[in-house]
């Protein structure tokens, strides 16, 4: 009983820890994305927090951390720019209610379709995607105003903070695993900024954080029909990008922590989260696959670790912004180095050389489509993309065995699946001529998986209806025979050995 109540309290001082490391890594994320989205920086903060408490809360994946993320800020542009912020949080709250009915109808599921290549190369992309985004602190603004790379004494003094925030959290947990390597090296980084007077950029240099506390704010929008068209297209993109980035960021820590978490509770948690900081003035948000990363690999495993960074970052942002504000961007981008590192997986350059080369290229385009795009595109392109290469390989093993029975009739035993990918190598493989004028053939050994399937059936029952032979169909699904045009005459009913299933087909609908 000692042992397990000793385990429970170093747990909440891991998550506590944990959680502290990741408010500071929330700061400079949720005040960039609020200017990608083209909003003020508390309304990215607010998002963080109202997003981040509730989903660590009511979450199916503890441990996971939410917040403001750039994927659906670069959604959320067009809407702020073209109608006002006021749209973007009627948006939100929408967002929240779609992703809320996903979470009710147990759509969270189908994140299970996702290939392992998809996965990998969503990983990949989505690490390149952090790298980059923290290349535009190395820049500046010039006389003008306009934003130019480091270069000189203050290149070398931000690559070298850097640098020194690496080394620190990579070294320190062979010392001591005590204090999280990230929160020490943000502490130590920044003490040493301050004491010796280091001239480097700070987080007070990108916006000031200081605020009070968010207030309920019914969306100031005309209720209208012309008001739910506008939002409506966005809210159902925001939906899915949010859910998508987040289920896919609950099944790599699901593998990183070998539990399983609950994608449908989660898809409910998000939705309350974005209805919730729509009536508050944030922006919404999703998982957050960086700061997940770094509150697992601190030791962030349970609730309490979501909980304190977004109380965290609400007491950064009401008591002690100018203390976050002197904190140098240098240590921040240190730790994100250490996520972008963490977080890649390098055994894909191994793997790229023994997986089928259709997986190698599914990895690659993900990757790229991430960098390029969004990981919710990437996503569907990688799903898309397999489907078709499934189809493509499974296109080649319907096979059709010809022979002749005892009473001369000419046999044809089907074998394999029969679908629109196959269809085209189903009807080449008989003999039409040359067989009997009595022909049997036998789906036992296959099964009819959509229309097109069933229209290849009736097309070869119809030409060799024309030739004047006649044709008996055997085991087929009685399904199949009410879709049967052609051929509906043509079948010869076994109740008895019939297959039962369905075919993908509008004609049932």
Partial sequence: ?????????????????SGLTVAL??????????????????VGLYAAFIVGLITAIFG????????????????????????????????????????????VF??????????????????????????????GQFKEPDANGVMQWMQGETLWMMLGLVAVTMLIIHFLPKITTAVPSALAAIVIVSLATIGLNLDTKVVGDVASIAGELPKFHIPMVPFTWETFMIILPYSLILAAIGLIESLLTLTLIDELTQTRGKGNKECIAQGLANTTTGFFGGMGGCAMIGQSMINVNSGGRGRASGITAALALLGFILFASGLIEQIPIAALIG?????????FEWSSFKAIKKIPRSDA???????????????????????????????WQHAKHVMVKRSVDENEWTVYEVEGPLFFGAISSFKEQFNYDGDADDIIIDFKNSRVYDHSGVEAIDAIAERYVN???????????PECKNLLQKASDLVEVNVMEDPDYHVASDKLA
């Avoid at 170093?10 to 506590?16: C, G, M, N, T």
């Avoid at 929330?26 to 960039?32: G, K, S, T």
């Avoid at 199916?60 to 973007?88: C, F, K, N, Q, W």
């Fill in 1 to 17: 009983m000692l042992k397990l109540h000793i385990n429970k309290v170093v747990s909440l001082k891991a998550d506590v820890l």
């Fill in 25 to 42: 890594a929330l700061v400079p994320e949720a005040v960039a994305f609020a200017f990608v989205a083209n909003v003020e920086p508390l």
């Fill in 60 to 103: 199916g994946r503890p441990g996971m951390i939410s917040g403001a993320t750039g994927a659906l800020a670069v959604v959320m542009v067009a809407l702020v720019v073209d109608h006002g912020v006021e749209y973007l949080f009627a948006t939100v709250v929408l967002m929240g209610i779609i992703q809320i009915l996903a979470g």
């Fill in 106 to 135: 147990k759509l969270g599921k189908f994140i299970r379709m996702v290939p392992h290549p998809v996965m990998l190369g969503f990983v990949n992309g989505l690490a390149i995607v952090i790298f980059l985004a923290q290349l």
């Fill in 335 to 343: 730790v994100m180095f250490i996520v972008v590192i963490a977080t």
């Fill in 361 to 391: 290229f599914i990895l690659v385009l993900v990757s790229g489509v991430t960098v390029a795009t969004d990981l919710a595109i990437a996503v569907i392109v990688g799903v898309i993309v397999s489907a078709l290469v499934f189809a």
């Fill in 467 to 477: 030739l004047g032979k006649k044709l008996h169909l055997r085991h087929l699904s």
